[in-house]
Structures are given as structure tokens and as C-alpha cells.
């Protein structure tokens, strides 16, 4: 699987009846694929993994994987061992996307071990998902780039936060073919500037063929549109993280009629209508 591109980390639409909607689900990643989305993420944080069933789970996993794009499916989880064993349940041809143990805080070295024996069980490709202010595990640059000469550890989701020397060093001193795809929406455009692979957005279900431009305009090198777009696409990936996410993606998705409720699960609480309008106003 090339891990390149802007990926699609899909919400879980709910029907009336608080049940998962996966007609609406198929439809969505349909039509992010046909903006030009390089790829999809089944249960990524915007998935809202935590509060489904593991029955729901597997529907999600099932339906994405219908759709034929490359995949990456979220893992989680303190217990190594559990984790290990869900990665190695997965189906062969998509990519395992694991965070870094959260809560926790097992340390560097406990982080290492966890993503050794986690690769080692899994017969797919393992993207390290690094969000330091989900899990509360921090990481230098030399567990960084210990994490990325792990065998099977395929790449990065990289969402610590504002871009610091740490960034350039580990795009520049990662293995040859090990992947940084950006996870905080926000600074997306100057992760592409430096280097990056692509991106994990959700921001990206309700504009993706500007993120695809975006990605596009940076890998040709076009830096005045890119900067432009870039600037734009900040803007409105604020606005739709303004609260926790995905809760305003999914309000403006069922403004625009794309799914049939805004619901998410507790303790998620809906958007505000001025989280959603102000996102609006921007599309
Ligand atoms: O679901 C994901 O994967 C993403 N989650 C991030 C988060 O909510 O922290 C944001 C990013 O857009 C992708």
C-alpha cells in the first residue's frame, strides 16, 4: 500500500434510531474517493472507535474495506497484548493504524517495546499514531526515529502539535520509504511544505478535492497556489475543530444532507449551530 495522499479517517454516520448507518457511510467514502482521496481510515479517532461495539467495529471495518481504496484500519489500546492480537486479526491488504498506548504513559522505552511486539505480531503494515495530547505520552526525536527503523513499522501519523526542529529532523532522518502523514488538520499545508507524505484529515470529508489540491499543488511544486489554498484550508479546518472532534464535521455533513443525523455517541456532545455555521460560512 503507498501511504501518500490525503486519507479520508471516516465518521460513523448514526440513523435515527441511534444505530450506524452504513448506507451513509458506504456513500461517504464513495464520494471522497471520487474527489480524489488517496485512501480511507475505518476507526480513526473521528470514527468514534471507543463507543462503538465490537460488532459495530467490524461493520465499519467491513463496509470500508467494500470499497476497494487502500485502507487503514485504527487500533488501540493500553494492553499490548490485546492490541497485538487485534492487529494480527486484521485482513491481509489494509494497514494497521496503532496508537501510541494511551493514559498509561509507559515511558519511551515502554512505547518501543509495545510498537516491537505489536509489528512483530501483525502480518500487515503498522503506522505508529503519535497524538501526544490524546494519549499523554510524549516522544523525542530519538524514540521517534527508533519507532520508524522498527521492522513493519511502516510510518507515521504525526500529530504533536505546532511544527518544531524535532519535525524536520525526523522527515529527514527517517528510513527511506517510511511514511509522515500529518494528523493535526490545521498545519497540514507546512507539513507538505517540509516533506510530508500526505495527511490523515478529517477536515477532508467536506472539502476533499481542495485537500487533494493542496497535496497536489505541494508535490508540484506550485508554492504560491499551495500557500494560497493552504491558508484557506487552515481556516476552515480550525473552524471544524473548534469543538471535539468530529462533532461539527458531522453537523456540517448532515447540513449538507451527506448523513442523516449529526449525533455522536457520549460523552461527545453535539456541535454548537455556531461551531456548524461558522464552519459553513467557510465551505
Ligand atoms: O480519526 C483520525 O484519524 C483523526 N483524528 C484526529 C483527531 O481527532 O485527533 C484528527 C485528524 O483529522 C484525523
Known amino acids: 500500500m503507498e501511504l501518500s495522499g490525503i486519507f479520508v479517517p471516516l465518521v460513523t454516520p448514526f440513523d435515527e434510531s441511534g444505530a450506524v448507518d452504513t448506507a451513509a457511510l458506504r456513500r461517504l467514502g464513495e464520494s471522497v474517493l471520487e474527489a480524489g482521496a488517496a485512501g480511507l481510515v475505518a476507526l480513526g479517532t473521528t470514527g468514534e472507535p471507543a463507543t462503538l461495539s465490537p460488532a459495530e467495529r467490524a461493520e465499519v471495518v467491513s463496509v470500508c474495506r467494500s470499497l476497494g481504496a487502500p485502507l487503514l484500519v485504527g487500533v488501540g489500546g493500553s494492553a499490548t497484548a490485546a492490541c497485538a492480537a487485534e492487529v494480527a486479526a486484521l485482513p491481509a491488504g489494509v494497514a494497521a493504524m496503532v496508537v501510541v498506548p494511551p493514559y498509561t504513559r509507559p515511558g519511551e522505552a515502554g512505547v518501543l517495546a509495545h510498537f516491537r511486539a505489536v509489528a512483530a505480531a501483525s502480518a500487515v503494515p503498522v503506522v505508529v499514531y503519535h497524538v501526544p495530547y490524546r494519549t499523554g505520552q510524549a516522544l523525542s526525536l530519538a524514540a521517534l526515529l527508533q519507532l520508524a527503523a522498527i521492522p513493519g513499522v511502516a510510518g507515521m501519523k504525526l500529530a504533536d502539535g505546532p511544527l518544531g526542529p524535532d519535525t524536520l529532523a525526523l522527515l529527514a532522518g527517517a528510513p527511506e520509504g517510511f511514511a509522515v502523514l500529518g494528523g493535526d488538520d490545521a498545519v497540514i499545508s507546512p507539513l ?51 469543538e471535539p472532534n468530529p462533532a461539527v464535521t458531522k453537523a456540517v455533513l448532515h447540513a449538507q444532507g451527506r448523513i442523516a443525523t449529526p449525533a455522536v455517541r457520549l460523552p461527545l ?8 455555521d461558522a464552519a459553513l460560512a467557510l465551505l
Open 192 to 242: 507538505l511544505a517540509l516533506g510530508a507524505h500526505g495527511g490523515i484529515l478529517a477536515s477532508a470529508h467536506v472539502s476533499t478535492a481542495s485537500y487533494v489540491a493542496l497535496f497536489d499543488a505541494w508535490r508540484a511544486g506550485d508554492v504560491a497556489a499551495a500557500r494560497k489554498l493552504g491558508a484557506r484550508l487552515a481556516a476552515l479546518s480550525t473552524a471544524l475543530f473548534a
Open 269 to 276: 456532545l453535539a456541535a454548537s449551530e455556531a461551531a456548524r
